[in-house]
């Protein structure tokens, strides 16, 4: 399982868990969620290629601030991303993250592709947990 729904945790919003064996697939399955609440992802076409740099002091900040650009990037460039391949190192007790990602213009789907806008990604219940099997990240979105 990549990421499930939680619909007991937010009425108005929209929340997830998502799931990776490592912190890569953990914010690669959180960004897939996503960008599923804003579009239906196996229809995108990935036809264009952005690369992000963050740094944060812990997992979570940077978990919120990838999932923030997407956001943003949505917002600003019209576009959604559906794929994925983040790579994260720890230096000197700070995270980096590097990702490239591939999506497509909104202007460029088709109106059954597009679903939901998410306005922001929210601080409430936010959390990374570190499992048996790997990680979990709880994220509620403003939609």
Known sequence: MKYRFLEEI??????????????A??????????????AETKKLKP?????????????EQLLHDFLSEIVFLKDVEQTIYSKFKVKISK????????????GQKISEMGPETVKTDVKAVTWHQ?????????????VILDV
């Open 10 to 23: 937010a009425i108005a919003d929209t929340a997830f868990e998502a799931f990776g064996k490592n912190e």
């Open 25 to 38: 697939e953990l914010f690669e399955n959180a960004a897939l969620a996503v960008s599923f609440v804003m």
């Open 47 to 59: 036809k264009e290629k952005k690369e992000i740099l963050l740094k944060a002091k812990n997992l």
């Open 91 to 102: 230096e000197k007790e700070k995270y980096k993250l590097k990702a490239q990602i591939l």
């Open 126 to 138: 936010f959390a990374i947990e570190k499992t048996k099997k790997g990680f979990v990240a709880r």
